[in-house]
């Protein structure tokens, strides 16, 4: 979990730099922290401890981000990447 921050703001100070698509990683153990990863520009996410306590986890995290997404009326999570607007 301590990872996340630092995860988020990586992934969004280098999808600011390269025209490629970023992949975040770090900390991820909710669809509240892919979302983050989404909002700063990640294109991918990816999840490492959390799926090996729990390898039920990344199941549950989708189901949850679908949920969002029909919550928030997103049909595409390419709406939602790269949405995170900081001060610079």
Not at 13 to 18: C, E, G, N, R
Not at 28 to 43: I, K, P, R, W
Not at 61 to 73: H, N, S, T
């Amino acid at each position: 979990a301590a990872l996340l921050p630092v995860g988020v703001l990586a992934t969004w100070k280098v999808s600011l730099a390269v025209p490629v698509p970023v992949m975040g990683v770090g900390g991820v153990s909710s669809a509240t922290d892919v979302l983050q990863y989404l909002l700063a520009g990640a294109s991918l996410v990816g999840m490492g401890t959390a799926a090996l306590a729990d390898p039920r986890r990344p199941a549950r995290i989708v189901r949850d981000l679908g949920r969002w997404c029909a919550r928030e009326g997103v049909t595409s999570l390419d709406s939602v990447i790269g949405r995170l607007e900081w001060p610079r």
